[in-house]
């Protein structure tokens, strides 16, 4: 399946550098490798939207997030190791609105990786895209609020908690909350005294 590029401009390939990670623009031919990585009960389990059940799924998840791509709507990263190569997360930018510059950004590592810093190393990198290159002004995070280790990488990094809106998805057979956060570009920029943020780097 191909989807029609009529958009080059949002289609250009991304490449972000910190010291150890390089998050680049997603490939299809990625997705092996990422379903790897997602499977595992842990990494899905606050996050339905990366249970991928087999390949095939993952393609035509591939397919519906290109749609998002080339409108402009989303920007979809793999978070690779610079010392093995391997993929071991994905990141992304979506429901981008270009008109209040504003998107939510979401993020997952694959859980052989967790406990290395990884995630805080390459969700700086992608806060400083999101404000940096395409100038947006807010940033949204939506976290079950049982994923205690999600809160503290966005509590880390500036964001603030801005409510909780009950029950307000359905999820393995039963009603959830989801926490909403947000970071504005000023805060990111200038963050507190004390503030402990990893930087990215190239």
Same mark, same amino acid.
Request: glycine share 8%; with cysteine.
């Given at each position: 399946m191909?989807?029609?590029?009529?958009?080059?401009?949002?289609?250009?390939?991304?490449?972000?550098?910190?010291?150890?990670?390089?998050?680049?623009?997603m490939?299809?031919?990625?997705?092996s490798?990422?379903?790897?990585?997602?499977?595992?009960?842990?990494?899905?389990?606050?996050?339905?939207?990366?249970?991928?059940?087999?390949?095939?799924?993952?393609?035509?998840?591939?397919?519906?997030?290109?749609?998002?791509?080339?409108?402009?709507?989303?920007k979809?990263?793999?978070?690779?190791?610079?010392?093995?190569?391997?993929?071991? @997360? /994905?990141?992304?930018?979506?429901?981008? #609105? %270009?008109?209040?510059?504003?998107?939510?950004?979401? $993020?997952? &590592?694959?859980?052989?990786?967790?406990?290395?810093?990884?995630?805080?190393?390459?969700?700086?990198a992608?806060?400083?895209?999101?404000?940096?290159?395409?100038?947006?002004?807010?940033?949204?995070?939506?976290?079950?609020?049982?994923?205690?280790?999600?809160?503290?990488?966005?509590?880390?990094?500036?964001?603030?908690?801005e @409510? /909780?809106?009950?029950?307000?998805?359905? #999820? %393995?057979?039963?009603?959830?909350?989801?926490g909403? $956060?947000? &970071?504005?570009?000023?805060?990111?920029?200038?963050?507190?005294?004390?503030?402990?943020?990893?930087?990215?780097?190239g």
């Open positions: 191909t989807v029609p590029n009529n958009h080059p401009e949002h289609d250009r390939p991304i490449q972000l550098k910190t010291q150890r990670l390089l998050i680049r623009t490939l299809e031919t990625d997705l490798a990422i379903f790897a990585c997602y499977d595992h009960p842990e990494v899905g389990k606050y996050t339905p939207p990366i249970r991928w059940p087999n390949l095939e799924h993952a393609v035509t998840w591939y397919h519906r997030r290109r749609v998002d791509v080339l409108a402009g709507r989303a979809q990263f793999v978070i690779i190791s610079k010392d093995t190569g391997a993929v071991i @997360g /994905t990141s992304v930018l979506f429901n981008i #609105d %270009a008109t209040h510059r504003n998107a939510e950004i979401g $993020y997952a &590592l694959g859980r052989q990786f967790w406990g290395h810093g990884y995630v805080s190393e390459a969700v700086s992608v806060i400083d895209h999101a404000f940096g290159e395409l100038e947006l002004h807010r940033l949204n995070a939506s976290i079950d609020p049982r994923n205690f280790a999600s809160n503290k990488v966005l509590v880390r990094f500036g964001f603030t908690h @409510g /909780t809106t009950r029950q307000s998805y359905f #999820d %393995a057979g039963k009603f959830t909350d989801c909403i $956060y947000g &970071l504005l570009a000023h805060e990111w920029r200038n963050p507190p005294v004390g503030a402990d943020r990893t930087p990215s780097s």
